[in-house]
């Protein structure tokens, strides 16, 4: 492994390397098999690095596996679900109850990317069929949050419990393989957490589910200060309206992973030459509409190409118009609503439609709902799209001269991000890794940084005011891999 690669896994900041306490997943019915010689490599690398630290008796076997791999930039993603078989544990001074051999279920995925693998997210679930799962919880004294999937049963590996006589994280166990917290520094943990529940107007279902929050928020924090520390722009990061969530329950709620699929095939655009004026704003200029919030949704391809059609219209009809996200989670065919899209497809959709109704007539719901657009109301059309130069300086130079530029990122940090110029270390920002769609509106230097402006689709209570800025001539985070424009004639 490079040792830059190992560097990020022993500091906990390669995702997954040390996953935060995760709701277990069920298992599938599904036949489970051998690895195929396609799988074996990633697999036996996942193994690997979650062996990493363990004592020559207490390391896991492979089982068996099953996956998938997508192709991205020069390399391969590889989604696997795999059963790892633990030893027995009998040694009373470490186990709380002696068990016969456990089997773990884990998802991973792994990146290979020119002949270095990198272990991108680990989440693993205890399968234990010897014991009644509401018996092993109360036995280990872990909450009665177990259930049942086939004849096995599925719980938390490690769910965190408070003391309940003082109500502090003192007994919260280790969160990214390090020691409880100190007395002091879990007391001001649990008055952050308060303030943030407060601040947010967080409600838990039970007192164990407010429990497992909490200990999510204090991994997050610590996670949130390493990130911190790695950074190489002046981006701050900390608590955000995302704290309490995992990094998997964040992905598939507000990320959109169909950004790594291939698609539709747009022309080029037709250069406006390299030369840009040294900063430029649309928001100062009357073509952006103000921050939206996406909710609970994976449509931010929608929010994306939106802006971008909102600034078109502006720049060649002379009115700004607060276009409808909702038409195309309804009537937009082959994207998948909440489930993630593409812009190439979207353009598609509104030029077949016959365009964009406004917002005020068809207002956002945050779901896929049956397609309500009707012709007589679309306010805006499009002719075209384009895609854009990866060039940075050429895209400047466009997004000067004809408007804002939907784009798409990896979003790596941004649920801990509150202000700054963000410059993640490229191993954790992979531009093969992109899944979120934005809207670039401007750019400029601050302190000699020079950063993209950007417009997110996370309410103003996110960033600043809803923005997100993001270093410049460095193509991070694969802000330049995924540029695009609607074409209104």
């Known amino acids: ?131 009644p799962g509401a018996e092993r919880a109360q036995a280990a004294g872990e909450p009665k949050s177990a259930f049942t999937q086939g004849s096995g049963t599925i719980s938390s590996l490690s769910q965190p419990r408070l003391d309940n006589r003082n109500e502090t994280f003192s007994p919260v166990f280790s969160l990214l393989n390090e020691d409880p917290l100190p007395q002091d520094l879990a007391v001001k943990m649990a008055s952050i957490f308060r303030n943030f529940v407060i601040t947010y107007n967080r409600t838990y279902e039970s007192k164990e589910e407010a429990q497992w929050r909490l200990s999510v928020f204090v991994h997050n924090m610590v996670r949130a200060q390493k990130i911190q520390a790695l950074d190489r722009g002046t981006a701050q990061y900390g608590v955000t309206k995302f704290s309490d969530l995992t990094e998997e329950e964040f992905r598939t709620t ?15 655009a037709k250069s406006v030459g390299d030369l840009a004026p040294p900063e430029w704003d649309w928001r100062s200029k009357g073509a952006v509409t103000k921050v939206k919030d996406q909710g609970m949704c994976g449509s931010c391809w929608a929010f994306s190409v939106t802006g971008n059609v909102e600034g078109q219209w502006f720049l060649n009809q002379g009115t700004l118009l607060s276009l409808s996200e909702q038409e195309l989670l309804d009537c937009d065919k082959i994207d998948k609503a909440c489930m993630g899209g593409l812009p190439s497809s979207a353009y598609s959709a509104i030029k077949n439609l016959g365009g964009l109704e406004t917002e005020d007539d068809y207002s956002y719901r945050g779901h896929m709902q049956a397609c309500n657009f009707s012709p007589e109301k679309a306010k805006v059309y499009i002719n075209d799209s384009v895609e854009l130069s990866q060039n940075e300086q050429k895209l400047a130079a466009w997004l000067a001269k004809r408007g804002p530029i939907s784009v798409a990122i990896n979003a790596f940090g941004m649920q ?26 401007g750019y400029g230097n601050r302190s000699d940084v020079p950063f993209w402006a950007i417009k997110n689709s996370w309410g103003t209570d996110w960033g600043e005011k809803g923005y997100y800025y993001l270093h410049r001539g460095s193509g991070a985070c694969g802000v330049n891999t995924m540029a695009s424009s609607a074409v209104v004639d």
Not at 257 to 263: A, D, F, H, K, S
Request: aromatic share 6%; glycine share 6%; with cysteine.
């Open 1 to 131: 492994m490079a040792p830059w690669l190992q560097l990020l896994s022993l500091l906990g900041l390669l995702p997954g390397a040390a996953a935060a306490p995760a709701q277990p997943r069920a298992a599938s019915a599904q036949a489970w098999v051998p690895p195929s010689p396609e799988l074996r490599a990633p697999a036996l690398f996942a193994l690997e690095m979650f062996n990493r630290g363990r004592a020559a008796g207490t390391r896991v076997v492979l089982g068996a596996v099953r996956g998938r791999v997508h192709r991205v930039g020069q390399g391969s993603l590889y989604s696997l679900e795999a059963t790892l078989m633990e030893p027995p544990c009998n040694d009373p001074t470490v186990c709380q109850l002696p068990v016969s051999k456990k089997t773990l279920l884990c998802s991973f995925e792994v990146l290979d990317e020119l002949g270095k693998h990198v272990l991108l997210r680990k989440d693993c679930g205890l399968v234990d069929t010897k014991v």
């Open 416 to 441: 801990f991000y509150r202000h700054g110029i963000s410059r993640p270390l490229r191993p954790l920002c992979s531009p093969w890794l992109i899944d979120h769609a934005v809207l670039l509106v």
């Open 254 to 268: 507000y990320l959109n992973p169909l950004l790594r699929e291939p698609g539709k095939k747009m022309k080029q």
